[in-house]
């Protein structure tokens, strides 16, 4: 219940100060209590026992009446926005019109529910629905109803149930290929072959059936996915912009779906990120950055520090890949806003990734000292397996920003530190990165000749050819021939 309370936005929470007050006095328990653990940070149950006067065993009750109150109060508040759960509520309207002997009025509202059912494909309701209509013709003790309208009654049953099964079936092929794709942590062209067996058999399964929309878009989320996998970012691109046009087409799709659409567009984005499609990126920073203004999403979980996570790690990824270090450094006050409002609702390794960025930023922009100072908060904290590439990687920037310093009194231990690092995760040590770290290092003991930098330009040079353009690669932040000069 704590928890609940805690996950509460400002309208829930001013929606059940209201529902609290028009079921009860002021002064009532369930308000006190309510009012007490909205207070706590954290849960105090002996603190909350002191301030409401109530014994345990009391309390425990008021505990568990607050909570029914609470959900009572929530259905009640999502009822007028959340389609499927107010045709829900009509249904049960209808149940109680039936119960009650008043027939004709059960049957205009369960023609109105099957009416807006079949409009917005939402086929559990749909059976449900139709289920009343046999239910109100065997009251009417079928006056009104022939032998046809019987067969055609479990003739749309069957009809239903198919599609229902249908949207199962890639609803299940979807999930299924997520789980893939996070066991793999990633792209991965090897596990890319499961997900693509995963396709073909839906569809085999599917045969030549139509596909409601909402089969469709789990079907098209699974090929993107599986192009993702595949390395192939043209056709995910492709796919992504086909779905998010499907979507934006029907405004309900996007108050029926708000997650899938703010899926797609993280999809969407990293998709332009890969091709380079800078129009189409900040086109879609800007939609995702104004959708906690659109009411269809904020009931979504975490929605604004999601925003925030997402857009500015993709934007200053961008930027750097770009090797445009100087606009990605002006991200770097609202980024470090960001960080301190969320706080520790962030997961942590997001957040060393954002801070590894913006010390990218700052590095590129040849702002060395700065860097230098972030990267030592990256690197305090607490190692993990997912944050395993920025805190590798920064101790490899730090060698170079305290060159650039002309710290070179402390290079070689850091070297040391940086290579150490590496070697505990072999995929990170490319060649070219240790023949950085051991150029450092050896300039940093002697003073380097003009041949000495002839041939460390032409080490680079070489590496330059060799190494992907990512932004884990130091080599792009000052051209070719330049770099320690």
Request: with cysteine.
């Given at each position: 219940?704590?928890d609940?309370?805690?996950?509460l936005?400002?309208s829930?929470?001013?929606?059940f100060n209201?529902?609290l007050r028009?079921?009860?006095k002021g002064?009532?328990?369930?308000?006190t209590?309510?009012?007490t653990?909205?207070?706590?940070?954290?849960?105090?149950?002996?603190a909350?026992?002191?301030?409401t006067?109530?014994?345990?065993?009391?309390?425990?009750?008021q505990?568990?009446?607050?909570?029914?109150?609470?959900?009572?109060a929530?259905?009640?508040?999502?009822t007028?926005?959340?389609l499927?759960?107010k045709l829900?509520?009509?249904?049960f309207?209808?149940?109680?019109?039936?119960?009650?002997?008043l027939?004709?009025?059960a049957?205009?509202?369960q023609?109105?529910?099957?009416?807006s059912?079949?409009q917005?494909?939402?086929?559990?309701?749909?059976?449900?629905?139709?289920q009343l209509g046999?239910?109100?013709a065997?009251r009417?003790?079928?006056?009104?109803?022939?032998?046809?309208?019987?067969g055609?009654?479990?003739?749309?049953?069957?009809?239903i149930t198919?599609?229902?099964?249908?949207?199962?079936?890639?609803r299940y092929?979807?999930n299924?290929?997520?789980k893939?794709?996070?066991?793999?942590?990633?792209?991965?062209e090897?596990n890319a072959g499961?997900?693509?067996?995963?396709?073909?058999?839906?569809?085999?399964q599917s045969?030549?059936?139509?596909l409601t929309?909402k089969?469709?878009?789990?079907?098209?989320?699974t090929?993107a996915?599986y192009?993702?996998?595949h390395?192939?970012?043209v056709?995910?691109?492709r796919?992504?912009t086909?779905f998010?046009?499907m979507?934006e087409?029907d405004s309900?799709?996007?108050?029926?779906y708000?997650q899938?659409?703010?899926?797609a567009l993280n999809?969407?984005l990293?998709?332009?990120?890969?091709?380079s499609?800078t129009?189409?990126?900040?086109?879609?920073?800007?939609k995702?950055?104004?959708?906690?203004?659109n009411?269809a999403?904020?009931k979504?979980l975490?929605l604004?520090i999601?925003?925030f996570?997402?857009t500015?790690q993709?934007?200053?990824?961008?930027?750097?890949?770009?090797?445009?270090?100087?606009?990605?450094?002006?991200?770097?006050e609202p980024?470090?806003?960001?960080?301190?409002?969320?706080?520790?609702?962030?997961?942590?390794?997001?957040?060393?990734?954002m801070?590894?960025l913006?010390?990218?930023?700052?590095?590129?922009s040849?702002?060395?000292?700065?860097?230098?100072?972030?990267?030592?908060?990256?690197?305090?904290?607490?190692?993990t397996?997912t944050?395993?590439?920025?805190?590798?990687?920064?101790a490899?920037?730090?060698?170079l920003c305290?060159?650039e310093?002309?710290?070179?009194?402390?290079?070689?231990?850091?070297?040391?530190?940086?290579?150490?690092k590496?070697?505990q995760h072999?995929?990170?040590?490319?060649e070219?990165?240790?023949?950085?770290l051991?150029?450092?290092?050896?300039?940093?003991?002697?003073?380097?000749?003009k041949?000495?930098?002839?041939?460390l330009?032409?080490?680079?040079?070489?590496a330059?050819d060799?190494?992907?353009?990512?932004?884990?690669n130091?080599?792009?932040?000052?051209?070719s021939?330049?770099l320690l000069?």
């Amino acid at each position: 219940m704590f928890d609940l309370i805690k996950s509460l936005n400002g309208s829930e929470k001013r929606y059940f100060n209201l529902f609290l007050r028009r079921h009860f006095k002021g002064g009532s328990v369930s308000l006190t209590l309510y009012e007490t653990l909205q207070r706590q940070n954290t849960y105090d149950e002996p603190a909350a026992i002191g301030a409401t006067g109530l014994g345990r065993n009391h309390y425990a009750v008021q505990k568990t009446i607050l909570y029914k109150q609470l959900l009572q109060a929530l259905i009640q508040y999502n009822t007028e926005t959340d389609l499927p759960q107010k045709l829900q509520q009509e249904i049960f309207a209808t149940k109680i019109l039936l119960q009650k002997g008043l027939t004709q009025q059960a049957k205009v509202k369960q023609n109105q529910i099957r009416q807006s059912a079949e409009q917005y494909e939402q086929h559990e309701v749909m059976l449900q629905a139709l289920q009343l209509g046999a239910a109100i013709a065997a009251r009417e003790q079928f006056r009104d109803t022939d032998m046809e309208d019987i067969g055609m009654y479990h003739q749309n049953t069957a009809g239903i149930t198919d599609q229902i099964w249908l949207e199962s079936l890639w609803r299940y092929t979807y999930n299924a290929a997520q789980k893939i794709q996070l066991q793999a942590g990633g792209k991965s062209e090897a596990n890319a072959g499961r997900v693509k067996s995963l396709l073909k058999k839906a569809t085999i399964q599917s045969g030549k059936k139509s596909l409601t929309r909402k089969a469709q878009m789990d079907k098209m989320q699974t090929e993107a996915l599986y192009h993702f996998m595949h390395r192939d970012a043209v056709k995910a691109f492709r796919i992504n912009t086909a779905f998010i046009a499907m979507i934006e087409a029907d405004s309900t799709l996007i108050s029926l779906y708000p997650q899938r659409y703010f899926s797609a567009l993280n999809n969407y984005l990293i998709d332009c990120f890969n091709l380079s499609e800078t129009g189409s990126f900040q086109q879609t920073l800007s939609k995702m950055r104004g959708l906690k203004e659109n009411p269809a999403f904020r009931k979504l979980l975490n929605l604004e520090i999601n925003i925030f996570r997402i857009t500015y790690q993709a934007e200053l990824n961008f930027l750097i890949a770009r090797g445009e270090f100087e606009q990605a450094a002006e991200l770097l006050e609202p980024v470090k806003n960001g960080l301190k409002e969320h706080k520790d609702n962030i997961p942590i390794h997001h957040r060393i990734n954002m801070e590894y960025l913006c010390a990218y930023a700052l590095f590129g922009s040849g702002q060395y000292s700065a860097a230098s100072s972030m990267l030592d908060g990256v690197q305090r904290y607490r190692r993990t397996d997912t944050a395993a590439a920025p805190d590798v990687m920064a101790a490899v920037m730090q060698v170079l920003c305290h060159y650039e310093l002309k710290n070179y009194s402390i290079i070689d231990s850091l070297v040391k530190s940086a290579k150490r690092k590496l070697k505990q995760h072999n995929e990170m040590a490319s060649e070219s990165t240790l023949e950085l770290l051991n150029s450092v290092s050896h300039f940093a003991v002697k003073q380097p000749q003009k041949s000495d930098w002839e041939k460390l330009g032409v080490k680079l040079d070489r590496a330059l050819d060799k190494t992907d353009t990512t932004y884990y690669n130091y080599l792009v932040c000052i051209p070719s021939g330049q770099l320690l000069k």
